[in-house]
């Protein structure tokens, strides 16, 4: 059944899709980042897929490029199908489109991965830290981060 619904963005605009990966019941569509508005777009209004149930962001590791990922879970109320979309981003240019337009729960989740990826939404209407204090260095998610994290704060 997923696999109808990536035909159909085929259909649409073929280098909508860069890749599909199928496991465990799960399809997950690998876009073009410059795509990523239109692809959502089509999934919400032609497809059913109107909630944005997760947005998370990945860090590869500092030796992969491109570095960073993106995944969209979205989800159908009326045929609950899920499907899973992710955005490739260097680490050079970790930037993307905000898909806040279409889902507002996307404001609280992109602002998460801005915090502790370092991606950028561009369009955001309120890109800050959401976890971490404002003048915390760094983020703390990526895997070149210190693992026992840097101590900013005296406690004296």
Aim: aromatic share 10%.
């Amino acid at each position: 059944m997923l696999m109808e619904f990536v035909e159909k963005l085929k259909a649409e605009n073929a280098a909508w899709v860069t890749e599909v990966v199928e496991g465990h019941g799960e399809v997950t569509v690998i876009v073009p980042r410059e795509s990523i508005i239109d692809v959502c777009t089509f999934l919400k209004t032609t497809q059913g897929f109107d909630m944005l149930a997760d947005l998370c962001g990945g860090d590869r590791g500092p030796e992969e490029d491109p570095r960073f990922e993106v995944n969209y879970h979205l989800f159908s109320t009326k045929h609950h199908n899920r499907l899973r979309l992710k955005v490739l981003l260097s680490e050079d240019d970790p930037h993307v489109a905000t898909v806040t337009p279409l889902w507002k729960t996307a404001d609280w989740h992109e602002r998460e991965t801005f915090d502790l990826f370092g991606v950028i939404f561009d369009g955001h209407p309120d890109l800050r830290r959401i976890l971490l204090p404002s003048d915390f260095d760094g983020h703390a998610l990526r895997k070149d981060y210190p693992l026992r994290g840097y101590e900013p704060y005296s406690m004296n």
